[in-house]
C-alpha cells in the first residue's frame, strides 16, 4: 500500500477509461478510492493520501431528446382533435401543452401560474422561476386562441369555490399539480412514433432548440427559459448543430 501514490491512481483510472468504462463509472470508483485512502491515512497505514488530489473525468452530458417541428404538429392536432367537443379538461390539456411549447417555461412555474399572469393583448406571460425571479416571456397565437378557448370555454366548467385564482386547475377544481402536468405530457408524448422525447420537460427542450433553429439569440433564448447561466442556455446550440449535420449527411450525396 505505501506504492500506492498518485500517478499510479491516475494511471489506474485512465487504464478503465481507456477500456471504455462510462464516465459515472469511473466517477463513483474515484469516490470509492478517495474514501479508502482517506481511511488508511487515519489508520496510519499510509504517511500521506495521494487520493485528496485524485479527479475523475467530469460526466459527459446527455443531449437533451426533442421533438421535429412535423412531430409538435402531431400533437397539435391530436390536442385539437380531443378538445373539439369542448371537454373541460381536453381544452385544458390543450392550452398548457400549447404554452408549455411557445414559452419554453418549466411544469412547476406552469402550475404556479394565474389568471391574470396572463397579459393577452401583449401575448405575453408573467413567469416566477427559480429564485423567485420573475420574467416575461411572449408567446404566439396558436397558444394564445388555445389560452382563450380554455378560460372561455373550459376553466369555469371545472372551477370550486377554493379554486382561487389559478390558471390552471384539475379535475377537483383546485390549482393543477405538476404531477398532474407531468402525466398529461407523458400520455401524449407516448404516443408520437419515433422519438425518445417524454414528459414536459422535452417541450421545454424542443421549444429552446426551435428557437436556435430558426435563428434566435442565445442571450434571448436564455431569458426566455430563465437560465442564470448562459453555459446552460449553449447545451441547446450543440443539440441544434447536431440536427444539422445529422440533415446533412442523411442528405447530401457526398457527406
Same mark, same amino acid.
Given at each position: 500500500?505505501?506504492?500506492?501514490?498518485?500517478?499510479?491512481?491516475?494511471?489506474?483510472?485512465? =487504464?478503465?477509461?481507456?477500456?471504455?468504462?462510462?464516465?459515472?463509472?469511473?466517477?463513483?470508483?474515484a469516490a470509492a478510492a478517495r474514501t479508502?485512502?482517506?481511511?488508511?491515512?487515519?489508520?496510519?497505514?499510509?504517511?500521506?493520501? +495521494?487520493?485528496?488530489r485524485l479527479k475523475a473525468p467530469r460526466?459527459?452530458?446527455?443531449?437533451?431528446?426533442? $421533438?421535429?417541428? #412535423?412531430?409538435?404538429?402531431?400533437?397539435?392536432?391530436?390536442?385539437?382533435?380531443?378538445?373539439?367537443?369542448?371537454?373541460? @379538461?381536453?381544452?385544458?390539456?390543450?392550452?398548457?401543452?400549447?404554452?408549455?411549447?411557445?414559452?419554453?417555461?418549466?411544469?412547476?412555474?406552469?402550475?404556479?401560474?394565474?389568471?391574470?399572469?396572463?397579459?393577452?393583448?401583449? #401575448?405575453?406571460? #408573467? @413567469?416566477?422561476?427559480?429564485?423567485?425571479?420573475?420574467?416575461?416571456?411572449?408567446?404566439?397565437? +396558436?397558444?394564445?386562441?388555445?389560452?382563450?378557448?380554455?378560460? #372561455?370555454?373550459?376553466?369555469?366548467?371545472?372551477?370550486?369555490?377554493?379554486?382561487?385564482?389559478?390558471?390552471?386547475?384539475?379535475?377537483?377544481?383546485?390549482?393543477?399539480?405538476?404531477?398532474?402536468?407531468?402525466?398529461?405530457?407523458?400520455?401524449?408524448?407516448?404516443?408520437?412514433?419515433?422519438?425518445?422525447?417524454?414528459?414536459?420537460?422535452?417541450?421545454?427542450?424542443?421549444?429552446?432548440?426551435? $428557437?436556435?433553429?430558426?435563428?434566435?439569440?442565445?442571450?434571448?433564448?436564455?431569458?426566455?427559459?430563465?437560465?442564470? *447561466?448562459?453555459?446552460?442556455?449553449? $447545451?441547446?446550440?450543440?443539440? =441544434?448543430?447536431?440536427?444539422?449535420? *445529422?440533415?446533412?449527411?442523411?442528405?447530401?450525396?457526398?457527406?
Amino acid at each position: 500500500m505505501t506504492d500506492i501514490d498518485l500517478s499510479v491512481l491516475r494511471s489506474w483510472l485512465g =487504464s478503465m477509461n481507456t477500456a471504455g468504462m462510462a464516465r459515472a463509472t469511473l466517477a463513483r470508483r474515484a469516490a470509492a478510492a478517495r474514501t479508502f485512502m482517506a481511511w488508511a491515512f487515519r489508520e496510519e497505514l499510509v504517511a500521506e493520501n +495521494p487520493a485528496q488530489r485524485l479527479k475523475a473525468p467530469r460526466r459527459q452530458s446527455a443531449l437533451p431528446e426533442v $421533438l421535429q417541428r #412535423r412531430q409538435m404538429e402531431q400533437l397539435f392536432e391530436a390536442l385539437s382533435d380531443q378538445a373539439a367537443e369542448g371537454d373541460p @379538461v381536453a381544452l385544458r390539456d390543450r392550452a398548457m401543452v400549447e404554452l408549455l411549447y411557445a414559452t419554453g417555461i418549466r411544469v412547476s412555474e406552469l402550475a404556479g401560474l394565474d389568471v391574470d399572469d396572463v397579459d393577452h393583448d401583449r #401575448r405575453a406571460v #408573467r @413567469v416566477l422561476g427559480k429564485g423567485n425571479k420573475e420574467r416575461t416571456v411572449p408567446f404566439g397565437v +396558436p397558444a394564445g386562441t388555445a389560452l382563450d378557448d380554455w378560460l #372561455r370555454r373550459g376553466r369555469g366548467r371545472l372551477a370550486v369555490a377554493g379554486s382561487g385564482p389559478a390558471l390552471f386547475l384539475g379535475r377537483r377544481g383546485g390549482r393543477i399539480d405538476p404531477r398532474q402536468v407531468r402525466s398529461v405530457a407523458a400520455r401524449l408524448l407516448a404516443a408520437i412514433a419515433d422519438t425518445a422525447a417524454s414528459g414536459p420537460h422535452a417541450l421545454r427542450h424542443s421549444a429552446a432548440t426551435h $428557437l436556435l433553429d430558426g435563428g434566435a439569440d442565445l442571450r434571448a433564448v436564455q431569458e426566455i427559459l430563465g437560465h442564470t *447561466s448562459l453555459a446552460t442556455t449553449q $447545451l441547446y446550440t450543440h443539440v =441544434s448543430v447536431e440536427r444539422l449535420n *445529422s440533415s446533412y449527411r442523411q442528405a447530401h450525396p457526398r457527406a
